[in-house]
């Protein structure tokens, strides 16, 4: 079974950074897609980046040009550097595998 670890969230000011990261379980991690998402209080998940085997990205509108997408296969970890955070970025934030395997989240809460 695949498992799916997220660490490194908390609590930031507006204006800061944090770094994601997320450990997968398992022999296949280098052929996984991989995403973020994430939900904040009263609203539905969503989806924030992805990243394919072939280290293409794609972002959210909300986060494009603030948040950036990696992996590294060696480690089997994926990766969500997020800079400029804003309020509204305050969520639990989830690392999905594959399109079927998620994490437990980690929460990150963006306030002065």
């Known amino acids: 079974q695949v498992q799916l670890v997220e660490s490194g969230g908390g609590l930031v000011q507006p204006g800061g950074s944090l770094r994601l990261s997320c450990a997968v379980s398992g022999s296949s991690f280098s052929i996984y897609v991989l995403a973020w998402y994430r939900q904040a209080p009263g609203k539905q998940r969503e989806w924030v980046a992805g990243?394919?085997?072939?280290?293409?990205?794609n972002y959210a509108d909300a986060v494009k040009g603030r948040f950036t997408i990696s992996r590294d296969n060696a480690k089997n970890t994926v990766y969500l550097q997020m800079n400029s955070l804003k309020p509204e970025d305050t969520a639990v934030y989830f690392c999905?595998?594959?399109?079927?395997?998620w994490g437990q989240g980690t929460q990150v809460t963006v306030s002065s």
């Open positions: 990243i394919t085997t072939s280290d293409i990205t």
């Open positions: 999905r595998a594959q399109g079927m395997y």
